[in-house]
């Protein structure tokens, strides 16, 4: 009986028109668009604009945008995650309303929290539910608008993230494509360095909190990349001696978009060459959850049927991750 795996069958994505620059940063902080290039990569970053609109929104476009290039109708998805840590509200879920916003109304969809390593749980957690034969199509949307958390007065966040929205399907494949393994780990620890203070049940919403900028993104720099150097290099690495798979035979790394530094530190680590690491920071930013399926949307037409492909990533909580998959399908 031929194994079944979970494999992704398509990449949909949406991206905010208003490109927020290094250059409009520099009007609002002490920085520049050479110390933002040097030290992160980033050179312009997309922003959600206009009056109601909120996270679902982009999960919304981009699942339909993933409907529509599959040719996968609403009501045959069984199972919508949405990965976020900008939901539109404390309740209901997201998913509840991407899933109402894209038409979704067989399937039952609930929000997964794991910061930028949210991607790879939901992929985690989605395998299971395809490997057991259960379900036949999931979709992962990863939607953040990580504008509505960031102090756009503290420079040492501001320059660092973007608001998108991408989507995959998962279905079931027989022909040894898909997930073969996936390593996924967290430390607790590291919450004291990267969270934000106020708006949960420790410490509720107040005018104290809200004049103390206590919504927004906090975060101690250094210790944040330091864990995410060593954290995501070596968990890839991992993944990959537990695969017997050398850099030969890796056709792409798929890294977390945080930092240059990082996703470069990484891919040393596993040598592999520049060639075969997907970057595209430097034109959104680090769009949290969205950021590795935003790479497989943005190189899709790159990706031959059979590759083996590297995900890794890192995040708040301390969270971190890596997947390792064959590609299913080749792009027409």
Same mark, same amino acid.
């Given at each position: 009986?031929?194994?079944?795996?979970?494999? %992704?069958?398509?990449?949909?994505?949406?991206?905010?028109?208003?490109?927020?620059?290094?250059?409009?940063?520099?009007?609002?902080?002490?920085?520049?668009?050479?110390?933002?290039?040097?030290?992160?990569?980033?050179?312009?970053?997309? %922003?959600?604009?206009?009056?109601?609109?909120?996270?679902?929104?982009?999960?919304?476009?981009?699942?339909?945008?993933?409907?529509?290039?599959?040719?996968?109708?609403?009501?045959?998805?069984?199972?919508?995650?949405?990965?976020?840590?900008?939901?539109?509200?404390?309740?209901?879920?997201?998913?509840?309303?991407?899933?109402?916003?894209?038409?979704?109304?067989?399937?039952?969809?609930?929000?997964?929290?794991?910061?930028?390593?949210?991607?790879?749980?939901?992929?985690?957690?989605?395998?299971?539910?395809?490997?057991?034969?259960?379900?036949?199509?999931?979709?992962?949307?990863?939607?953040?608008?990580?504008?509505?958390?960031?102090?756009?007065?503290?420079?040492?966040?501001?320059?660092?993230?973007?608001?998108?929205?991408?989507?995959?399907?998962?279905?079931?494949?027989?022909?040894?494509?898909?997930?073969?393994?996936?390593?996924?780990?967290?430390?607790?620890?590291?919450?004291?360095?990267?969270?934000?203070?106020?708006?949960?049940?420790?410490?509720?919403?107040?005018?104290?909190?809200?004049?103390?900028?206590?919504?927004?993104?906090?975060?101690?720099?250094?210790?944040?990349? !330091?864990?995410?150097?060593?954290?995501?290099?070596?968990?890839?690495?991992?993944?990959?001696?537990?695969?017997?798979?050398?850099?030969?035979?890796?056709?792409?790394?798929?890294?977390?978009?945080?930092?240059?530094?990082?996703?470069?530190?990484?891919?040393?680590?596993?040598?592999?060459?520049?060639?075969?690491?997907?970057?595209?920071?430097? !034109?959104?930013?680090?769009?949290?959850?969205?950021?590795?399926?935003?790479?497989?949307?943005? *190189?899709? !037409?790159?990706?031959?049927?059979?590759?083996?492909?590297?995900?890794?990533?890192?995040?708040?909580?301390?969270?971190?991750?890596?997947? *390792?998959?064959?590609?299913? *399908?080749?792009?027409?």
């Amino acid at each position: 009986m031929a194994i079944i795996r979970a494999a %992704i069958t398509g990449v949909g994505a949406f991206l905010p028109e208003y490109r927020l620059t290094n250059d409009e940063i520099s009007t609002m902080v002490d920085t520049s668009d050479e110390w933002i290039m040097q030290r992160i990569g980033i050179k312009e970053r997309r %922003i959600l604009k206009g009056e109601g609109l909120a996270t679902s929104d982009m999960g919304a476009w981009a699942v339909e945008d993933l409907l529509r290039k599959t040719g996968t109708l609403a009501d045959e998805i069984d199972m919508l995650i949405c990965a976020t840590i900008t939901p539109d509200m404390s309740l209901p879920a997201t998913a509840n309303i991407i899933a109402d916003k894209a038409n979704i109304h067989n399937a039952w969809s609930f929000d997964l929290n794991a910061a930028c390593s949210g991607f790879l749980f939901s992929l985690a957690t989605a395998t299971q539910f395809i490997e057991s034969g259960r379900y036949k199509k999931v979709v992962i949307v990863a939607a953040e608008k990580m504008s509505s958390i960031i102090n756009y007065k503290d420079r040492s966040t501001c320059p660092l993230f973007g608001d998108a929205a991408a989507a995959v399907l998962i279905e079931p494949n027989t022909e040894d494509l898909g997930v073969y393994d996936y390593i996924n780990r967290v430390d607790g620890l590291g919450r004291h360095h990267l969270q934000i203070k106020a708006g949960g049940s420790l410490k509720p919403a107040s005018q104290e909190t809200v004049a103390n900028e206590e919504h927004f993104l906090y975060q101690e720099g250094q210790a944040v990349f !330091k864990a995410a150097v060593s954290s995501m290099a070596d968990i890839a690495v991992e993944i990959m001696d537990k695969n017997n798979i050398t850099s030969d035979d890796i056709a792409w790394l798929v890294p977390h978009q945080a930092n240059m530094r990082i996703i470069e530190a990484t891919a040393k680590r596993m040598k592999i060459s520049k060639e075969k690491v997907m970057i595209n920071i430097q !034109k959104y930013g680090n769009t949290t959850a969205a950021t590795v399926p935003l790479c497989l949307w943005d *190189y899709e !037409k790159q990706l031959k049927k059979g590759d083996n492909i590297i995900l890794a990533a890192f995040g708040a909580g301390f969270t971190w991750g890596s997947t *390792y998959l064959k590609w299913a *399908y080749d792009t027409e």
